[in-house]
């Protein structure tokens, strides 16, 4: 983790709510030999501050930051995980996103370069 916080293409970030810290996003840039994308290495709130929306805006929040190529996976088993990346996703984008399983993960790839998010 402590990569997060030395390497340019690696980007912490703390989610506060009410002033105190509800979890945390993980997000780092990807480069392939044929595409570059953004991805979420690691996202976490606390159960206390779960089921009131503030994963999504926050996830929203870094889509907007994060302009371009996004690849979002999960381990295929975990299906709460794709359930709510689904959901968040689809409101970001309004659907346009494709999804594939490869390695035993669901991946849903994307683009946020022509979204805006408005609360």
Aim: charged share 30%; aromatic share 18%.
């Amino acid at each position: 983790m402590n990569n997060y916080w030395e390497e340019k293409e690696r980007f912490p970030y703390l989610i506060e709510k009410e002033g105190k810290i509800a979890g945390f996003i993980l997000v780092r840039e990807v480069q392939e030999e044929d595409k570059r994308y953004w991805s979420i290495a690691e996202f976490f709130i606390m159960k206390k501050f779960r089921l009131i929306g503030l994963g999504k805006y926050a996830a929203h929040q870094v889509f907007q930051i994060h302009k371009g190529n996004w690849e979002v996976f999960q381990i295929e088993s975990n299906k709460p995980a794709q359930a709510f990346w689904r959901k968040v996703i689809k409101d970001y984008t309004e659907g346009q996103f494709a999804e594939r399983t490869e390695e035993g993960k669901v991946i849903q790839a994307f683009c946020s370069k022509r979204y805006t998010f408005l609360e």
